[in-house]
């Protein structure tokens, strides 16, 4: 007998098509899943991210450096941008706050009634106030006599040692030499002049420059003779605002026999009462006095 067989491939190849376009269905689904999926997480850990560090560091460029900044704590390169934003932030944010203390300060340098004048660390004058400008004013005459070239509005950049008299002050301090602060007095024709210095430091304590104040005691040298003559040949009592003794010299003492820590809790009209004068004209004049009212007479002191 025989055995006849016919088979074609066309079957197996519309098959196999078949599972061909079902595999590169359901691979590109899972493509486009893992893709949407990967473009999620990338927003999510990357790109959002990156754009809130971006808006932070566009809010410090403004000026906003109280705001804290997020994504410190993270361990990737995200974190490592954000660390040194916040520590860029944490710069800025001191400098404006020393820049503000500074402004405050150098306010307070201009308008403060002490002739100031600072100085850098080569004793090079860079900033002399307004008070500190009138007193070189009214010295000037005086002043040129030693410094022919002397001119207040010139004094920036000038060496204050070319003051007169503070030449071997000035010395000293540059090499070391006083311990500051320090004080000189010194003689301006008829004006006496104390100059008091002081060390100006940086954060690390590092000197960076000198402060100067100078001051005209004429008159105070002049009250002071006056009260030590007074002392010497007069009597002196002092009394407060409640007209009790603070304090005597030794000749009211003395003619008195009041011991000193007796002075105290005395009533000032029971150790000196003025003569000729009633209730009435005494407490006038203790309403001039504390006006500022010198009042005169003949007095009669007890004791």
Same mark, same amino acid.
């Given at each position: 007998?025989?055995?006849? %067989? ?9 098959? =196999? ?7 590169? *269905?359901?691979?590109?689904?899972? @493509? ?7 473009? %999620? ?30 994504? %410190? ?20 944010? *001191?400098?404006?706050? *020393? ?5 405050? #300060? ?39 006599? =030693? ?11 000038a060496q204050a040692k070319r003051l ?22 010194? #003689?301006?024709?008829d004006a006496r002049i104390n100059v ?35 002392? *010497? ?5 002092? @009394? ?25 809790? #005395? @009533? ?36």
């Amino acid at each position: 007998g025989a055995l006849v %067989t016919q088979w074609s491939v066309k079957a197996r190849v519309a098959a =196999a098509m078949a599972d061909r376009v079902a595999a590169i *269905a359901v691979s590109g689904v899972v @493509f486009i899943i893992a893709l949407l999926s990967a473009a %999620t997480m990338f927003y999510r850990s990357i790109s959002r991210p990156l754009r809130h560090v971006a808006d932070q560091m566009v809010s410090v460029a403004q000026g906003e450096y109280d705001q804290a900044i997020d994504g %410190t704590r993270r361990r990737d390169e995200i974190g490592g941008i954000a660390k040194r934003l916040d520590e860029f932030r944490a710069g800025l944010q *001191a400098a404006k706050t *020393a820049q503000t203390e500074n402004s405050f #300060k150098s306010a307070a340098i201009a308008s403060t009634g002490a002739a100031l004048m600072l100085l850098d660390a080569e004793m090079t004058i860079s900033f002399v106030n307004p008070a500190c400008t009138g007193l070189l004013q009214l010295s000037e005459g005086n002043i040129r006599s =030693a410094w022919p070239a002397f001119k207040v509005d010139r004094l920036i950049g000038a060496q204050a040692k070319r003051l007169p008299g503070l030449d071997g002050f000035c010395d000293r301090i540059r090499s070391g030499q006083l311990k500051l602060p320090d004080m000189v007095e010194l #003689k301006w024709g008829d004006a006496r002049i104390n100059v008091s210095a002081d060390t100006v430091v940086d954060e690390t304590g590092r000197v960076i420059g000198f402060v100067m104040e100078i001051k005209d005691v004429s008159l105070e040298k002049l009250n002071a003779a006056v009260m030590s003559a007074i002392d *010497a040949h007069q009597i002196r009592i002092d @009394f407060g605002s409640d007209q009790m003794l603070v304090g005597a010299n030794r000749r009211f003492r003395d003619l008195t026999g009041v011991a000193e820590a007796d002075l105290r809790s #005395k @009533f000032g009209p029971q150790c000196l009462a003025r003569l000729d004068s009633n209730d009435d004209e005494r407490r006038k004049a203790m309403e001039q006095l504390k006006g500022g009212v010198a009042v005169s007479g003949k007095f009669k002191l007890t004791g």
